[in-house]
């Protein structure tokens, strides 16, 4: 059975730092490209980085200079690097293949308030 597991998130101030994993299991992690999602309170979910298979690595405009995406393959678990938050950022976070296929995990709130 297919598992997606967030975590990481919390309440931020503005230019600050987190850290998201979301950790994998019930398929094989190295053949699919995964991504961070985000949802925004009465916003559609929307993809801001992705990661492939081999290392190629892409990410939102919203995003971009701001949020770092890796993976470990031997712990299947993908990670975001989120740096100079801001209150646009708030959302809740989600992990899932870059297109995604997979059933969706619980996510993980961020919240980047003052």
């Known amino acids: 059975q297919v598992h997606l597991v967030e975590s990481g998130g919390g309440l931020v101030q503005p230019g600050g730092s987190l850290r998201l994993s979301c950790t994998a299991s019930?398929?094989?992690?190295?053949?699919?490209?995964m991504g961070w999602y985000r949802q925004a309170p009465g916003k559609q979910r929307e993809l801001v980085a992705s990661v492939t298979i081999l290392g190629i690595i892409n990410y939102a405009d919203s995003v971009k200079g701001r949020f770092t995406i890796s993976r470990d393959n031997a712990k299947n678990t993908v990670y975001l690097q989120m740096n100079s938050l801001k209150p646009e950022d708030t959302a809740v976070y989600y992990c899932n293949s870059k297109f995604a296929q997979l059933p969706w995990g619980q996510g993980t709130q961020v919240t980047v308030s003052s």
């Open positions: 019930g398929f094989i992690f190295t053949d699919y490209s």
